[in-house]
C-alpha cells in the first residue's frame, strides 16, 4: 500500500467519515442540486458536484440519511471547493465542495456522532495496537496521523509501519529493523510536512 497524492487545501479540524447518500445543496435563488456526499463529520460535510460554488457562500442542506424517512435541513456556509482533475480531465469537471454546518440541529450532530461510533473506520483506528516510542501521533495540516509500529514474528522485515489518516490507513511498509521503522516514520512525516508538524494534544 502505497501514500496517494493528494490535493488538498482545507484544514480538517475533525474525522471525517466516508458517508455516500443523498445530499441537496440549495443556494438562494438557484434550483436545488441533488448529489452524493463523499464524507461525513461533526464539523461538516463533503460533496461532489459538477459546479464550483463560491467560498463562504450559504447554502441549505437536505440530508436524506435513512430510507422513508423525510431529510434533515440543516444551513451551510461553504468552507473550501477543489477541482478534482484527477477524476476527469474535460468538461463537465468536478468539484469537491466542502461545506460547515451552521448551528447545526440535534438530529445532524447525531448522525455524525452515530456514523462515527459505528463506522469499520474508527473501529479500525480504536483496535490499533500500541506502538513502538519514537512514533508519536501528530496533527499535520488539520489532519491527524497516527503511526503504528509493531513487531510481527522474527523474520525478515518484521517491524510492519502503518499510518493512520484521520481513521483510515494510508501507509503501510515492513523494514528490517525498529530503528528502520522509525526512520521511515520520520522521513513520512518531512514528506507530509516541511515543519513535521506537531503532537497531538500540543
Partial sequence: MAVMPEVQLERRGALRLPWVKRVEVNRQGAVPV????????????????????????????????EARKPPVTCAGRVAWVVQRLDLRSRPP??????????????????????????SPASSRAAR???????VESLMIRG??????????????????????????????????????????????KRAASPLAGRKVGT
Avoid at 50 to 63: C, G, N, P
Avoid at 128 to 134: E, V
Fill in 34 to 65: 441533488a448529489v452524493d456526499s463523499v464524507n461525513l463529520s461533526e464539523a461538516g460535510l463533503c460533496v461532489r458536484l459538477r459546479e464550483t460554488l463560491e467560498i463562504s457562500s450559504a447554502v441549505t442542506l437536505r440530508l436524506f440519511a
Fill in 93 to 118: 469537471f468536478l468539484y469537491d465542495v466542502g461545506v460547515e454546518f451552521v448551528n447545526p440541529p440535534g438530529p445532524v450532530r447525531r448522525l455524525a456522532v452515530r456514523l462515527g461510533t459505528s
Fill in 128 to 134: 490499533a495496537p500500541s506502538s513502538s516510542r519514537g
Fill in 143 to 188: 489532519r491527524c496521523y497516527l503511526p503504528r509500529l509493531q513487531k510481527e514474528g522474527s523474520r525478515q522485515g518484521a517491524w510492519h509501519l502503518i499510518v493512520w489518516v484521520d481513521g483510515v490507513p494510508c501507509f503501510s511498509r515492513r523494514y528490517a529493523s525498529e530503528r528502520e521503522g522509525v526512520a521511515g516514520w520520520k522521513q513520512f
